[in-house]
């Protein structure tokens, strides 16, 4: 079946330099995906989403790419602070209202 | 706080007992979703209300009875458990199963241990 996946399972950043999390999506037919952030013994918290008809989208710090192209995404952070430790989830939305989410980035913030 | 929660946040419960998870939103959402999150593994979709209308059941074993009294409250009734239905189980509420408005709000999560 389609799947939804990430490149690095975890990636370690310096604070303050900017962090870029992806994920790779194999169904064409997505038309909306979303970033979730899950801090330890939380839920999923929704960052960003973005829908099939742009590229880009913007919130504070934080960017979402798309490349439809190489059915891409990528959830980079800006000046990437200690509370910004979690694990990073995507998920892209099928042509149903079913999420399909990825198995998770952890991303690792050390001074 | 997402204006989604549950209870209890823990469970410890043996291969024989019947416990029920429960799940409230204050978000006036119309859908709601019952997930399964297990280690190095992605989230997997149990079952979806709608208006407290199940619309989705993933082919999950009929130890999981979900329940939907009201828009506002989903439970998860567990009974005859195995150990590896040890999970996280992660409720989410969006405002309906409509196209252009899936963004899925999640609870906590009550981390499940069967013995």
């Known amino acids: 079946g389609e799947s939804v996946g990430l490149h690095l399972p975890t990636l370690s950043v310096q604070e303050g330099d900017n962090s870029i999390i992806n994920c790779a999506y194999s169904?064409?037919?997505?038309?909306?995906f979303i970033w979730y952030k899950q801090e330890s013994g939380k839920g999923p918290q929704f960052i960003i989403d973005i829908r099939s008809n742009m590229d880009k989208r913007q919130g504070q710090r934080v960017t979402v790419l798309l490349n439809k192209t190489v059915k891409h995404l990528s959830l980079q952070i800006a000046a990437t602070q200690p509370g910004d430790s979690a694990v990073y989830f995507c998920?892209?939305?099928?042509?149903?209202?079913?999420?399909?989410f990825g198995t998770g980035t952890r991303l690792q913030v050390f001074p | 706080e997402t204006g989604v929660t549950q209870t209890p946040r823990h469970l410890v419960m043996g291969m024989t007992n019947k416990k029920s998870l429960k799940c409230e939103q204050h978000l006036g959402h119309n859908a709601m979703y019952w997930y399964k999150q297990s280690a190095k593994k992605p989230l997997e979709l149990m079952f979806v209300?709608?208006?407290?209308?199940?619309?989705e059941n993933n082919s999950v074993p009929s130890r999981f009875s979900p329940e939907c009294p009201n828009s506002s409250h989903l439970f998860l009734h567990l009974h005859t458990l195995q150990p590896e239905d040890s999970a996280l189980y992660l409720c989410a509420s969006s405002l309906g199963p409509l196209r252009g408005t899936d963004t899925q709000y999640f609870g906590p999560g009550t981390r499940l241990t069967v013995l």
């Open positions: 169904n064409s037919a997505s038309d909306y």
């Open positions: 209300y709608s208006l407290e209308e199940r619309v």
């Open positions: 998920a892209e939305r099928e042509n149903t209202d079913k999420l399909i």
